[in-house]
């Protein structure tokens, strides 16, 4: 199974998934929340639709995350972990289905986003990656590990401009970090390659190459 762009299914859905946005704006969250999820059971792979739904859940005042002590967003996220794990051997796409079904709950925790970042690896879905390990960092904003885990993904997908920002973001928190550096070079030459412009790129990486020539 594939990744779906809402475009790709039928009318109807479209409709629904349009009216879904609409009503997130006029502060209907809770009737888009029910429709995205309507949506990812029949279309797992409509990375639009679980975006939307996480959207909708960070509006919905009822289902909005509360901070959760240490030890029982780890408790919680153990328990998660071990049922989910014996499924990659069985059904990679019953662990997206467990993933949504505990975002429709609000049971939201780091090991839900990790575990949907390894089912879409496995399903080969790059947007539904993505937003696996942009959620997780907007769980935990300051975490270095968690925004570079997105840079590499967001590079690995083509999107080198985007992984630049958060790589730059990891070295002035950190300066001497050596994977972000070896990361953020990478995601220039990928970049320029991708604008077609070797020799005119303005890229911090090529400006610093410049300076130490």
């Known amino acids: 199974m594939k990744e779906v762009f809402l475009q790709d299914v039928d009318e109807r859905l479209q409709r629904q998934f349009a009216q879904a946005g609409n009503a997130l704006k006029?502060?209907?969250?809770?009737?888009?929340?029910?429709?995205?999820?309507?949506?990812?059971?029949?279309?797992?792979?409509?990375?639009?639709?679980?975006?939307?739904?996480?959207e909708s859940l960070e509006a919905n005042?009822?289902?909005?995350?509360?901070?959760?002590?240490?030890?029982?967003?780890?408790a919680t996220g153990m328990q998660f972990r071990l049922k989910v794990n014996t499924l990659f051997r069985k059904d990679v796409l019953e662990v997206v289905y467990r993933c949504d079904e505990a975002l429709l709950k609000g049971e939201i925790h780091g090991e839900l986003f990790t575990s949907l970042g390894r089912a879409a690896k496995r399903l080969d879905w790059p947007e539904t990656r993505?937003?696996?390990?942009?959620?997780?960092?907007?769980?935990?904003?300051?975490?270095?590990?968690?925004?570079?885990?997105?840079?590499?993904v967001l590079l690995q997908v083509g999107r080198p401009e985007e992984a630049i920002e958060h790589l730059e973001w990891i070295l002035?928190?950190?300066?001497?970090?050596?994977?972000?550096?070896?990361?953020?070079?990478?995601?220039s030459v990928a970049e320029t390659l991708q604008r077609g412009n070797w020799e005119e790129t303005d890229t911090s990486f090529f400006r610093k190459l410049k300076n130490n020539s």
């Not at 809770?30 to 739904?53: M, S, T």
């Not at 005042?61 to 780890?74: D, T, V, Y």
Request: charged share 25%; hydrophobic share 45%; glycine share 8%.
């Open 130 to 152: 993505v937003f696996a390990c942009w959620a997780k960092v907007g769980l935990d904003p300051e975490n270095l590990p968690f925004r570079l885990a997105l840079a590499n």
């Open 172 to 187: 002035l928190k950190n300066p001497s970090h050596g994977e972000a550096q070896t990361l953020l070079k990478n995601a």
């Open 61 to 74: 005042r009822n289902m909005r995350r509360k901070p959760l002590g240490l030890l029982k967003a780890k």
């Open 26 to 54: 006029q502060g209907a969250a809770d009737y888009a929340i029910q429709v995205c999820g309507e949506l990812l059971r029949k279309h797992p792979g409509a990375f639009e639709a679980r975006r939307l739904l996480w």
